[in-house]
Every structure is written in C-alpha cells, then in structure tokens.
C-alpha cells in the first residue's frame, strides 16, 4: 500500500553565479601565474649572468673571506679570468672598482655586455653577477683619501707598491729579472698560479723579495 503521507523531494536550489567571486580567482591565478613565471625568467637570467659558479681551483685564496662571500668571490675569478690574469681587490682602491663596476661597457675598450663577440664560451657580464663581484671587492679593498688621484692601472696604486715593497730596488739593482712593464698580465712573472688566484706561490728567485 502507498503511504498515506508520501515523501515529497524538495528540488535543489540552482546554483546562483556569482561574477565578482569568479572574476577575482580568476585575477589571482593571473597574478600567481605571471610571478611563478617572472621567478623562473629571473632563475635563469641569473645562471647566464654567473657563469660559472663553481668553486675555485685553488685550496686557500688570496684573502680570508666570510662564508656569505664565497659565491661573490667565485664570481669575481669567473667573471675576469676568461679575459686576464684575476688580480687580487686589494690592488686598487675601492672607489676605483665602483667605477669599473658602473661602467662594464668600456672596460679598456672591452663592452663587458657583449663579451660573445670576443669569446663564445665568456658569457656575458649580467646586473645580478655586477653586484655580486661588487659586495667581494667592497669587502676586500680600501678607500683612498679625497685628496688622492684615483689609479687608473694596477702599477699606479699605491696599494700594490705597499704590497711589493721590494720590487723597486731588487728590479734595480737587477738582482732578478723583472718584466720591463708592470701589468695584469706580467703577474705571472712572479706569481706562478696567479692564473688560478693564487698569489701565495713565488717562483724560487722572489720566495724571499716580495
């Protein structure tokens, strides 16, 4: 038998749409999607610009460095040592490396921008990669006096005379063969690992003339 009282099914109510709350998820994922992207862009902007970001080929470097700054130091030697010998920060004043640092389109006549032309394998030299060789050369150079004329070359600092105080008069009393001219590449007369940024191994004549 029927039941005297059937059961009556109430219909759902229809789903009522609500355009602002689907414009406004639709606006986050937008906004979500295009910083996941502009984080994965700069990820590898950042690659190119370090290059190389591998450790250095050497077991102590030229100065002791906090570990925040290793990453900085190893972009330093990557950045400069597929052109020339990496010279220690120390040589040079540091207003002079903000100089060089702010100007990487004319670095002796290289653009540091464009350093593909040169060289395939020398990427080039990216803000990212900039600031990183800035914070190890700030830490690891002195500020000159106001009144001191800014080196333009290595051989005109007196930094690098106070850190080769002898080459002067052992070069004149021509005790040892020097090279004629002072330069970033002639630092290999002496030191024979500075290709590698290893300023502590002397050739036996200079062991004992720094």
């Known amino acids: 038998m029927p039941p005297k009282h059937p059961i009556k099914l109430r219909p759902y109510p229809p789903l009522r749409r609500r355009p602002a709350t689907l414009i406004l998820l639709f606006w986050v ?24 970001a591998a450790e250095l080929p050497y077991s102590q470097g030229v100065d002791v460095i906090p570990e925040q700054l290793e990453l900085s130091q190893n972009t330093y030697f990557s950045s400069c ?46 803000n990212i990669a900039i600031r990183l060789i800035w914070d190890y050369a700030r830490q690891s150079s002195r500020l000159y006096r106001e009144d001191e004329v800014l080196p333009s070359r290595v051989r005109d600092s007196r930094f690098f005379w106070a850190l080769h105080p002898k080459i002067r008069q052992v070069c004149g009393e021509d005790e040892i063969d020097c090279p004629e001219r002072i330069s970033v590449q002639t630092c290999t007369s002496c030191h024979t690992a500075a290709e590698q940024f290893d300023y502590r191994a002397l050739k036996p004549d200079w062991a004992n003339s720094p």
């Open 29 to 52: 994922g937008w906004v979500w999607s295009l910083l996941l992207g502009l984080g994965l862009v700069w990820a590898w902007w950042a690659t190119q610009g370090i290059a190389v």
């Open 81 to 126: 040592a597929g052109c020339h010998v990496p010279i220690p920060p120390q040589l040079l004043p540091t207003q002079r490396w903000a100089e060089i640092l702010e100007n990487p389109e004319s670095h002796f006549g290289v653009n540091l921008r464009r350093t593909r032309q040169i060289r395939r394998d020398i990427p080039p030299l990216s």
